[in-house]
């Protein structure tokens, strides 16, 4: 069983940054993505960001995209999720997750393992 710890988010105001961190147990896939995803009250699970653990291969959503950065530490099983620029809009529980093989996917019904969740909230 992979296990998946998350860091603390926190509260910032408009135009500010924070960083997540997500931390995986030992495990023994040679071929995964890793992702993170975040839920607003009210809405669903939406896709983020993710990483080819092994090529480095980034996606990032639209909305997100040259705001937030993710980013991995192999030496440290760690991935990050930097977040500039942040908006109101940008407030919810974020989750990482891990998904075996080397599709980053953006539907959240097809990763294996998650995080436990933390909360980013943007005031406005």
């Known amino acids: 069983q992979v296990q998946l710890i998350q860091s603390e988010g926190g509260l910032v105001q408009t135009g500010g940054s924070l960083r997540l961190s997500c931390t995986a147990s030992?495990?023994?896939?040679?071929?995964?993505?890793m992702g993170w995803f975040r839920q607003a009250p009210g809405k669903e699970r939406e896709f983020v960001a993710g990483?080819?653990?092994?090529?480095?291969?980034?996606k990032h959503e639209d909305t997100v995209r040259g705001r937030f950065a993710i980013s991995r530490d192999s030496a440290k099983n760690t991935m990050y999720l930097l977040m500039n620029s942040l908006k109101p809009e940008d407030t919810a529980i974020y989750y990482c997750?891990?998904?075996?093989?080397?599709?980053?996917?953006?539907?959240?019904?097809?990763?294996?393992?998650w995080g436990q969740g933390t909360q980013v909230t943007v005031s406005s």
């Open positions: 030992v495990h023994t896939f040679s071929s995964y993505v």
């Open positions: 990483i080819n653990w092994s090529s480095g291969s980034t």
């Open positions: 997750a891990l998904r075996r093989g080397g599709v980053i996917s953006t539907q959240p019904t097809l990763y294996d393992y």
